[in-house]
Every structure is written in structure tokens, then in C-alpha cells.
């Protein structure tokens, strides 16, 4: 078997944001959290760093960002270098649950990464240590959207766990001591476009290396990506960036 990471690389090539997340709906994100030149953004899990190189190019930002995976935060440079922002921004290879900066930030993302806090709740607690007063989080959860039937309820007991709906996302929230003060849910299009794009992606890598030690392993994940994808969480999984407030 491969590894996520393995997985990931193969599935997300060429893919510039890992949510299902469009890029206009990446963009009013920055809208939503009323960016000015020069407010800085810290970007915990950034994966390839897209968010934070459009907002430095388009809003006139600086920003941190801090992945686990080495390649991603070789690319998230290459990007900043291509739009010129590589001056505004740095890149950084580590533990994102560390949150290991000793600064403000007058904004504080993890987008689609809660597990770096051990959850929700404990990733919102752990980026209010570095959010500015008049400072704004982005972040990014799966949640409910409808009930699962009962079957399927028992089947994916493990899954489920920890997993609130929209009404329990906003319990967390105030018990946090913060407000939820805008959302952008993915539509079910941004959820198909992202799973099929991976699923693409996977099945021309196949094509190209047939013979490779990593190709059962990468046709076992993308298998069960799409099953599940498609026979269970289409249909009660839903996902969004919350805009959360002091």
C-alpha cells in the first residue's frame, strides 16, 4: 500500500487547490476577510500555498504558510516566484498542530485540515493563539448535511465520529468565544469537480506506469476514493470555509 501522501501526489498533480473549493470561491474568501496591503496571514496546512500567493498578488498581502509534506512547500515557492510574490511570503516545511509563530496575524487559516488540532474545536483553538484582535479565521470542515440513513450510520460509525452539522459547527464556535460571520459552502459541482479531477488524474498516471511498485496501491486508493465518494458521502456530506470572528 502507499500512503496518503503518495496518493496525494499522484491524484492532486497539476490540481492548485485541495478542497473542493473553486477558484472563485477561493477569491471571495479574500473579499469576505476584508484584506488590506500588508495584513498578514498565517496559513497552517497550505498545502501548495495557493491561497495565500493570489491574496499577496491581488490584495497585496504577506503571509506564512506551514505544510508537512516537503514538495508541497516546494511548489507553494515555485508559485509565489511565478505571480512575484515570493518577497511577500514564506514557506515552511512542519508540524502545522505545533503553530510554532510568535506573532499576530490578522488572519489565521487552515483550510480542509482540522486534524492538525485533533478536530474542529481544537484546530480553532489552536490558530486563536496567533490571531490578531481585530483578526479573522478561515476554516475549512466537512460537516452533515443531512442525516445518514441508519445502515449507513453503522457503517461508517468511525467515520462519522466527530463530524457535526451546521448547528453543531456553530456551538463549537460560540463556545470558542468567537462569531461565525460569513460561510461559503462548495456546492455539490465544486465536491464533483474536485473528487473526478483526482480520479483523472490517478487513471492517467496508471496509463503512464503501468508497471510501477506504486500502481496497485494507487489503483486500491483511487478505487475506494470513488466508491466511497460516490456510493456514501455525496449524499450527506457537505464542506465549507467558516469566517469566524472575535
Not at 12 to 24: K, M, Q
Not at 127 to 146: H, Y
Not at 191 to 199: A, E
Amino acid at each position: 500500500m502507499v500512503d496518503i501522501f503518495r496518493y496525494t501526489d499522484v491524484a492532486e498533480d497539476g490540481i492548485a487547490i485541495l478542497n473542493p473549493l473553486s477558484f472563485e470561491k477561493l477569491l471571495l474568501l479574500g473579499e469576505l476577510a476584508e484584506l488590506r496591503p500588508d495584513a498578514r496571514q498565517l496559513d497552517l496546512a497550505c498545502g501548495k500555498g495557493e491561497m495565500l500567493c493570489q491574496y499577496a498578488a491581488r490584495h497585496g498581502t504577506r503571509g506564512v504558510g506551514i505544510d508537512i509534506h516537503p514538495p508541497f512547500i516546494d511548489m507553494a515557492k515555485d508559485r509565489a516566484a511565478e505571480l512575484g510574490v515570493a518577497e511577500r511570503l514564506e514557506f515552511r516545511v512542519g508540524d502545522a498542530g505545533t503553530n510554532a509563530v510568535d506573532s499576530r496575524f490578522e488572519v489565521v487559516s487552515c483550510i480542509g485540515a482540522t486534524w492538525i488540532g485533533g478536530g474542529f474545536s481544537g484546530t480553532v483553538e489552536l490558530m486563536k493563539r496567533s490571531l490578531a484582535s481585530d483578526g479573522c479565521l478561515l476554516v475549512g470542515e466537512v460537516f452533515l448535511e443531512s442525516e445518514p440513513p441508519p445502515d449507513l450510520a453503522a457503517r461508517h460509525q468511525g467515520t462519522l465520529r466527530g463530524i457535526a452539522d451546521l448547528g453543531g459547527l456553530l456551538d463549537q464556535v460560540e463556545a470558542a468565544g468567537l462569531q461565525l460571520t460569513e460561510m461559503v459552502i462548495a456546492s455539490r459541482d465544486d465536491w464533483d469537480r474536485y473528487s473526478s479531477r483526482q480520479w483523472a488524474r490517478a487513471h492517467a498516471w496508471l496509463g503512464r506506469n503501468p508497471d510501477h511498485p506504486d500502481a496497485e496501491g494507487i489503483r486500491v486508493w483511487t478505487d475506494r476514493s470513488r466508491r466511497a465518494y460516490l456510493g456514501d458521502e455525496r449524499s450527506w456530506l457537505g464542506w465549507g470555509v467558516f469566517v469566524l470572528r472575535p
